[in-house]
């Protein structure tokens, strides 16, 4: 007698025969995009469900998610789906919906009711001529630009493990490295989300907002140093707090960025973290700020001196898979006319794969600035294919179809730097798939190069 898996917020339901699966096994089976960033091994809590019911007929929490628990101070109800085995009917909620939101669960290893120092990067991104813009426009208008203006530049805070720490008016503020990192990475990410953020806001202006005849700018500061971050606040009410001067100064910093007529300006404390040879420095200044006695020495970031992976991956993403069932039927179609025997491996709904497709890319971008999650993810991403019949030499077809997809959906927006990086990351992401599913196979050349297209 089979049982059942009821899954509420889609109102979906699935029938499975206890087996020793865990609750994520049943989700990729039954092609239910499913969070597990780390790859189902517990390391992650991306797999997260609240139990609605039948949590009685789930097995005992495993050492992994006692500590996961213990740490977040979850309710009885939450549990890791990569951990929990049904043996009975059970009602559940996925928590984790998109790779945008893993980043907030950084908050949840705050301290409450009191502050921690601890190194960080913080960036402040401020939209241009924003009073010009109240006073030409309808509130309606302006609304929705700083809604798509929100977005669209929150993306690369996200992307590069970074946190959107608060909206203020016309100003976004992120910070990196509030659970570690090194001090290198968090500056590095900050600065990539930075241009990013230049990136995004071109698209912007050349697609959605072109009909209303506005072209939007920004200016980002960015400032590193040690500050204190917290849950803090009433008790029945603490948000996420950072406070210190490092916070103050990248303020600042971004305020000069209008003084000075430049796009991006980074302290000295950000330039001395950052591998040098990558980036290119435009015109250094000595500026004085409110708040500081002794003048800043502050430089104008110009970007990467060559082709950065992860932003080229960043940048592409989001015009990649603006109709993501599009991009799906053309990949597929590809796919099935490259190798029509592949066919027979998809018997099941083509628009679920595609939208568990679609939710892996997405993720492996995301994962880039995670990579110890990244690598694991992709190890059982290569094992679940074994299982599904997929064989060593159909990922070459994937991988032309795939190129061919990205292509034709980017259409004017590709570049060749867009294509060589995807052509990069799609070699990457094979080869450690097979290298787990395929042992025999052995280590390839691109592995030997993997380290070189993800953040340390």
């Not at 809604?147 to 608060?166: D, H, R, S």
């Not at 796009?263 to 004085?288: H, P, W």
């Not at 094992?383 to 997929?390: D, E, K, L, P, T």
């Not at 064989?391 to 730097?417: H, L, Q, W």
């Amino acid at each position: 007698m089979s049982n059942k898996i009821i899954y509420s917020a889609i109102n979906r339901q699935v029938d499975f025969n206890p087996m020793g699966q865990t609750l994520l096994d049943i989700s990729i089976a039954n092609k239910i995009p499913h969070m597990h960033e780390c790859g189902g091994h517990g390391i992650c809590t991306t797999c997260r469900v609240r139990v609605l019911d039948g949590i009685q007929n789930l097995s005992p929490k495993t050492e992994y998610e006692k500590s996961s628990c213990h740490a977040r101070k979850w309710d009885p109800s939450i549990r890791l789906a990569c951990q929990a085995r049904p043996k009975g009917d059970v009602s559940l909620q996925r928590l984790i919906w998109s790779s945008g939101e893993v980043n907030n669960l950084q908050k949840e290893l705050v301290p409450q009711g009191r502050a921690e120092e601890r190194p960080i990067a913080i960036l402040f991104c401020d939209l241009r001529n924003y009073t010009q813009l109240s006073e030409k426009n309808f509130n309606f208008d302006i609304a929705y630009m700083l809604n798509k203006f929100y977005t669209a530049l929150g993306e690369p805070i996200l992307m590069n493990n970074g946190i959107i720490y608060q909206y203020a008016g016309d100003e976004i503020v992120g910070v990196f490295g509030t659970t570690g990192g090194t001090a290198e990475k968090n500056c590095e990410d900050a600065v990539r989300a930075a241009l990013g953020m230049q990136y995004a806001l071109d698209i912007l202006n050349k697609s959605e907002l072109k009909d209303i005849e506005v072209k939007l700018k920004c200016g980002i500061g960015i400032n590193f140093g040690t500050a204190f971050l917290g849950l803090l606040g009433h008790p029945t009410f603490k948000q996420f707090s950072v406070i210190g001067d490092p916070v103050n100064v990248a303020s600042r910093i971004q305020n000069e960025t209008k003084a000075t007529q430049t796009s991006i300006l980074i302290s000295d404390t950000v330039y001395e973290n950052l591998n040098r040879e990558a980036f290119e420095i435009g015109q250094i200044f000595n500026n004085k700020v409110a708040g500081k006695e002794d003048p800043l020495k502050l430089l104008e970031l110009i970007g990467f001196k060559e082709m950065n992976l992860q932003l080229e991956l960043q940048s592409s993403l989001n015009t990649m898979l603006e109709d993501e069932d599009l991009f799906a039927t053309i990949f597929y179609q590809k796919v099935f006319e490259m190798a029509p025997g592949v066919r027979a491996l998809f018997r099941n709904n083509l628009t679920d794969q595609g939208r568990l497709l679609t939710h892996m890319l997405g993720g492996i971008v995301y994962s880039l600035s995670r990579p110890e999650h990244l690598k694991k993810g992709l190890e059982k991403l290569g094992q679940s294919h074994v299982h599904y019949g997929v064989k060593a030499e159909y990922y070459p077809v994937v991988k032309k179809a795939m190129i061919e997809t990205i292509e034709e959906v980017m259409g004017e927006n590709k570049t060749s730097r867009t294509i060589e990086a995807w052509n990069t990351a799609l070699d990457f992401v094979i080869d450690t798939m097979k290298s787990h599913a395929y042992p025999s196979t052995g280590k390839t050349a691109h592995q030997e190069e993997a380290p070189k297209i993800i953040s340390k």
